[in-house]
């Protein structure tokens, strides 16, 4: 039998990413007041609000009017200011925390400069690093294939990580900065020994994107020496299975289906714990 080699995504399949809570907000509060904002409640409250409904909105979620309302805010004035990054990439990153947590702080009428702005993130990020655990299964599972040395990889989304022009208001997007600051958060990964070139971070083009996964795919295929069966799992159909069937994946399974709201396409497998495979 071809053996299997496997491909995972990290954020919500391996470790708890993706929602923030109160004890985010209140480091990114602290952070806001100790660079000097004096609203920074104020901010924070409606960072905290708008991130919500976007991430809702992103998830299919039914939004009220009020909150569609601020939603299309959002996105439009996104677009805006993060025009040149659209320009050259075609698509945004919407998912930064700087050009939110920026548009939050101006609809209470205060302007953030870019190091108030990188300053409070990574306290924001810090603070999500630090609950990120590793899910039950996930941890004995790595730590299974690192001992029997059965070669696998990790896919993963770019945090999007942008740097703002005082000058213009616009914000700048490097793929390579983006990419080393996910790398640095994922550290409890390579502390395990998972090697870095074995992680592979979606920027500049992130998930949906086939890219990331195509180029996973082909350093496998270059580095293995036998033809193996190529297994994506992840815990989004659209975002990890349906991007890794385009780029060729042979199989697909689905870990942690309460994240998923949509219906799940046919030939997609589904497991609800890793010690399955
Ligand atoms: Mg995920």
């Given at each position: 039998m071809q053996k299997s080699v496997y491909f995972l995504d990290i954020d919500d399949c391996l470790i708890k990413t993706s929602l923030l809570g109160k004890t985010h907000f209140d480091r990114l509060s602290i952070s806001l007041r100790q660079n000097g904002i004096q609203n920074y409640s104020q901010i924070t409250q409606e960072f905290g609000l708008s991130f919500n409904i976007l991430f809702s909105r992103h998830q299919g979620k039914i939004l009220g009017k009020m909150e569609q309302s601020i939603a299309d805010f959002y996105l439009s004035r996104l677009n805006e200011v993060e025009k040149p990054i659209i320009d050259r990439?075609?698509?945004?990153?919407?998912?930064s925390r700087e050009a939110i947590l920026y548009i939050a702080a101006e609809r209470v009428d205060t302007k953030l400069n870019n190091a108030q702005l990188q300053s409070s993130v990574k306290a924001l990020w810090d603070e999500i690093t630090t609950h990120a655990d590793f899910y039950p299964d996930a941890l004995p599972f790595l730590k299974k294939l690192l001992v029997i040395k059965k070669p696998f990889y990790l896919i993963t989304s770019s945090d999007n990580r942008l740097t703002l022009s005082d000058t213009t208001g616009l914000f700048h997007y490097d793929p390579q900065y983006s990419k080393k600051l996910k790398m640095e958060r994922l550290d409890k990964f390579t502390k395990l020994?998972?090697?870095?070139?074995h992680i592979f971070i979606a920027d500049p083009y992130d998930k949906p994107n086939p890219q990331i996964f195509s180029e996973a795919l082909n350093f496998a295929r270059k580095k293995l020496d036998s033809s193996f069966l190529s297994v994506m799992i992840g815990?989004?159909?659209?975002?990890d299975l349906l991007p890794a069937k385009k780029a060729g994946f042979e199989k697909l399974i689905l870990l942690r289906r309460h994240n998923q709201t949509e219906n799940i396409p046919e030939g997609i497998k589904i497991i609800s714990t890793l010690s399955q495979l």
């Amino acid at each position: 039998m071809q053996k299997s080699v496997y491909f995972l995504d990290i954020d919500d399949c391996l470790i708890k990413t993706s929602l923030l809570g109160k004890t985010h907000f209140d480091r990114l509060s602290i952070s806001l007041r100790q660079n000097g904002i004096q609203n920074y409640s104020q901010i924070t409250q409606e960072f905290g609000l708008s991130f919500n409904i976007l991430f809702s909105r992103h998830q299919g979620k039914i939004l009220g009017k009020m909150e569609q309302s601020i939603a299309d805010f959002y996105l439009s004035r996104l677009n805006e200011v993060e025009k040149p990054i659209i320009d050259r990439y075609g698509d945004i990153k919407r998912w930064s925390r700087e050009a939110i947590l920026y548009i939050a702080a101006e609809r209470v009428d205060t302007k953030l400069n870019n190091a108030q702005l990188q300053s409070s993130v990574k306290a924001l990020w810090d603070e999500i690093t630090t609950h990120a655990d590793f899910y039950p299964d996930a941890l004995p599972f790595l730590k299974k294939l690192l001992v029997i040395k059965k070669p696998f990889y990790l896919i993963t989304s770019s945090d999007n990580r942008l740097t703002l022009s005082d000058t213009t208001g616009l914000f700048h997007y490097d793929p390579q900065y983006s990419k080393k600051l996910k790398m640095e958060r994922l550290d409890k990964f390579t502390k395990l020994g998972i090697p870095t070139d074995h992680i592979f971070i979606a920027d500049p083009y992130d998930k949906p994107n086939p890219q990331i996964f195509s180029e996973a795919l082909n350093f496998a295929r270059k580095k293995l020496d036998s033809s193996f069966l190529s297994v994506m799992i992840g815990d989004s159909v659209k975002s990890d299975l349906l991007p890794a069937k385009k780029a060729g994946f042979e199989k697909l399974i689905l870990l942690r289906r309460h994240n998923q709201t949509e219906n799940i396409p046919e030939g997609i497998k589904i497991i609800s714990t890793l010690s399955q495979l």
